[in-house]
């Protein structure tokens, strides 16, 4: 989304909104999903929204029909399927 300013002397420029995560301004410890990924043992699956997220030994991993995403960090998988949720 773009905002475009004007003023009374004309445009002076666009600047570029972006849609914020609450949790990225309170905190990752009051959002459900973060606390979901974060209480998942290994060899467990959840499923959010559409997606199916399962922890191995050594990953997360995200997947349902269309994708199957690994990821070796907790906070990665969080953004990737954070973000996947926000855009669909």
Do not use: P, W
């Not at 989304?1 to 949790?23: A, H, P, Q, T, W």
């Not at 467990?44 to 990821?71: M, P, Q, S, W």
């Amino acid at each position: 989304m773009f905002l475009r300013e004007k003023s009374n002397l004309g445009e002076i420029g666009m600047m570029k909104m972006d849609n914020v995560n609450i949790y990225e301004i309170i905190g990752t410890s009051f959002d459900s999903i973060y606390m979901a990924l974060h209480q998942l043992s290994n060899n467990a699956e959840i499923v959010i929204d559409k997606y199916t997220i399962r922890k191995t030994d050594k990953f997360y991993e995200i997947e349902n029909g269309d994708l199957h995403e690994c990821f070796s960090e907790k906070e990665k998988c969080y953004q990737f399927l954070n973000n996947l949720i926000m855009t669909n």
